[in-house]
């Protein structure tokens, strides 16, 4: 809104309160496009515990643990929403739900929980070890949280200068385009 007020107080009348409404609406609907999906995206807290989660579940593997042993300890250590899906996984695998069943319920809307579930539910099912899988993924999903904060880092820059770009692009026009323009076309349409 600030930058359609700012190029309808810079053009002025009625043809800049048109162009004050058309710069704030393409400003708004560009900024929309460039910010990320709010119903379609996965809880980001699920992201960032992951890693966490992947290394202290290697730990219990690694000490003889179970996974529904596992899990259940590691959903005391973890905070929400992990918490609750661990829980859940370790309460229906002492129930004897199928693993496969339990750790892909706990990964259905967070794709980033699939290879987890799959890890899990590999060494729950044909006792594969689990811990080098499990330390790999905490590794990789470190590297991709790192490589995700730095686009966002580059997306602030881009959306900081976008309204800069609107409100000073027209000042220069207007203030030092417009004037050599007219100055020129005066001076070859005066009559001689």
């Known amino acids: 809104m600030a930058a359609g007020l700012c190029v309808a107080l810079l053009v002025g009348g009625a ?3 048109l ?17 990320p999906r709010g119903a ?20 219990c593997l690694g000490a003889s643990g179970i996974p529904a042993e596992a899990a259940a300890a590691v959903s005391r250590a973890v905070g929400s929403p992990m918490r609750e899906r661990l829980a859940a996984v370790a309460a229906g695998l002492r129930m004897g739900a199928e693993p496969s069943d339990c750790w892909g319920r706990a ?13 899990l539910s590999a060494a729950d099912a044909d006792g594969a070890p689990p811990v080098a899988t499990l330390t790999r993924l905490a590794r990789e999903q ?20 976008a309204p800069l770009g609107v409100c000073f692009l027209p000042a220069f026009v207007l203030v030092g385009v417009v004037p050599v323009v007219a100055g020129l076309a005066s001076a070859f349409l005066a009559p001689r």
């Open 40 to 59: 379609d995206a996965p809880d980001p807290r699920l992201e960032a515990q992951l890693p966490l989660t992947a290394e202290l579940l290697a730990a």
């Open 19 to 35: 162009a004050g409404a058309v710069a704030a609406f393409a400003l708004q609907w560009g900024l929309r496009r460039l910010s």
């Open 142 to 161: 470190r590297a991709a949280a790192v490589r995700a904060a730095a686009v966002r880092t580059r997306r602030a820059g881009v959306l900081a200068t």
């Open 107 to 119: 990964a259905a809307d967070c794709p980033g929980l699939a290879p987890l579930g799959r890890c």
């Open 15 to 17: 043809a800049g309160v």
